[in-house]
């Protein structure tokens, strides 16, 4: 039996209301914060009123835990799709290590995981599934170093997990010192520091060109940005 056409143009505009109303809790989140961000403002700034918001969410709560869970599902797929186009381990750790120093120039998600972590301590309610899905992120992405690394032979200091939390609190919390003063926390140095840091832990280095799964070579940069989304300058 086949659904009604009303019945699904419904559910279209729902997941549409849905999505634009994440979107805009992605942009108030970051600027305002979880606790100064107002249901009403998040709500205009879709194009809805505070009906629409409770239509779709039961509290603010639940719309910031779905707007984390759309962000971490979004990053492991970028990262998975991304490892998918080399075979070379070499090329998979260069690729690896463009993606980790460009996450460092995303400043709302730098904003969004520091309101996450806040979130988790302030709401100890919501703590073990706010862990759970912190696990889940971090898990897809050791999951691509120990990868890398044991098909090129390399070790890590530590191990695979400890080094993958590592890297993400360090880019973030120099990340937040960039966009505190950067006289302080120059752009530049912010690259330098996580691109030694990256290679102090695995032992990669700089390439300008790497060998994808087809077989042709491409700058790094080319390779990584197609699997990432345009960087966020301005909240």
Known sequence: MKTPVSTVRRQERAETTR??????AEKIFARDG?????LEEIAAEAGYTRGAFYAN????????????????????????????????????????????????????????ALEFKLFAVRHPEAKARLAAMNRRLVRSRVGILQGIMEASGRKLPASARSVGLSLS??????????????????????????????????????????????????????AVSLQIRPLASNL
Request: net charge positive; proline share 3%; hydrophobic share 45%.
């Open 169 to 222: 609190a360090v880019t973030h919390a120099l990340a937040l010192e960039h966009m505190l003063d950067r006289s302080l926390m120059p752009e530049a140095d912010l690259k330098k520091i996580l691109a030694s840091y990256f290679d102090s832990l695995t032992g990669a280095s700089p390439a300008r060109v790497i060998n994808s799964r087809n077989g042709r070579n491409q700058p790094i940069s080319k």
């Open 19 to 24: 999505a634009r109303l994440i979107q805009s």
């Open 34 to 38: 979880f606790e100064a961000a107002k």
């Open 57 to 112: 969410f039961a509290s603010k709560e639940d719309l910031f835990l779905a707007l984390l869970e759309r962000e971490i599902s979004n990053r492991i797929a970028n990262a998975e799709s991304l490892m998918a186009k080399f075979s070379d381990p070499e090329a998979k750790l260069q690729a690896f290590r463009k993606f980790f120093l460009t996450m460092c120039q995303d400043r709302r998600w730098s904003l969004l």
